[in-house]
């Protein structure tokens, strides 16, 4: 099972559509589209900001739990809290519009839709996350949740293991667009290139 069939389970993907206006199964392709790179981003924080305790930490600074159950609540949902979790795994708005566009060429969906959904998907992800990590330093916690999400490449605070997300089953191959072992690093050349 994908993260989109498990967010979906969750009545996330449906609470998502009912707020944006939009079929549920329009919210479902977008979030297929979507979430590699938002897992990319969680990915590269945590292998660059002190592993996995420091991603439960940055998890529970941006809202924890909280973040799934704010998206899932009968509220309209509070998107600048998804804005802040985008700005912490992607650095910059250039990413987000990028990552909203290459979505919209793969799907056809419209990149306005796709931008709008990208802050509730990320607080979806960091939600689910951090309800599944429990308390850091707990064996299986969060640690366990990001090595099954992200690919065992941050297992145990090693170094990422030289195949990365390779030869991986469900969110391996769904974190992993072109094979290369991180889509995120597409995404910031290709965000690099426009700003020269």
Same mark, same amino acid.
């Given at each position: 099972?994908?993260?989109?069939?498990?967010? %979906? =389970?969750?009545?996330?993907?449906?609470?998502?559509?009912?707020?944006?206006?939009? @079929?549920?199964?329009?919210?479902?392709?977008?979030?297929? %589209?979507?979430? /590699?790179?938002?897992?990319?981003?969680?990915?590269?924080?945590?292998?660059?900001?002190?592993? $996995?305790?420091?991603?439960?930490?940055?998890?529970? =600074?941006?809202?924890?739990?909280?973040?799934?159950?704010?998206?899932?609540?009968?509220?309209?949902?509070?998107?600048?809290?998804?804005?802040?979790?985008?700005?912490?795994?992607?650095?910059?708005?250039?990413?987000? +519009?990028?990552?909203?566009?290459?979505?919209?060429?793969?799907?056809?969906?419209?990149?306005?839709?796709?931008?709008?959904?990208? @802050?509730?998907?990320?607080?979806?992800?960091?939600?689910?996350?951090?309800?599944?990590?429990?308390? /850091?330093?707990?064996?299986?916690?969060?640690?366990?949740?990001?090595?099954? $999400?992200?690919?065992?490449?941050?297992?145990?605070?090693?170094? @990422?293991? %030289?195949?990365? $997300?390779?030869?991986?089953?469900?969110?391996?191959?769904?974190?992993?667009?072109?094979?290369?072992?991180?889509?995120?690093?597409?995404?910031?050349?290709?965000?690099?290139?426009? +700003?020269?």
């Amino acid at each position: 099972m994908n993260l989109t069939d498990i967010l %979906a =389970q969750a009545g996330g993907i449906e609470s998502m559509a009912k707020e944006l206006g939009i @079929p549920p199964a329009m919210a479902k392709q977008g979030a297929d %589209a979507l979430l /590699p790179a938002i897992l990319g981003g969680f990915k590269k924080q945590a292998q660059s900001g002190g592993g $996995v305790e420091g991603l439960g930490g940055l998890l529970g =600074q941006l809202g924890g739990g909280g973040l799934l159950d704010s998206v899932l609540g009968s509220q309209p949902t509070p998107v600048s809290q998804g804005n802040d979790v985008l700005g912490q795994i992607f650095g910059s708005k250039d990413v987000s +519009r990028t990552v909203a566009g290459q979505a919209a060429a793969q799907t056809g969906l419209d990149s306005g839709i796709l931008k709008q959904m990208l @802050p509730i998907l990320a607080m979806m992800v960091a939600g689910y996350m951090a309800k599944q990590g429990g308390q /850091p330093g707990e064996s299986g916690g969060l640690g366990g949740m990001l090595g099954n $999400v992200l690919g065992g490449a941050m297992g145990g605070g090693a170094a @990422p293991s %030289a195949g990365g $997300v390779g030869g991986l089953g469900g969110l391996g191959k769904m974190l992993d667009m072109d094979g290369d072992g991180n889509p995120l690093d597409d995404i910031m050349g290709m965000v690099n290139k426009m +700003r020269g």
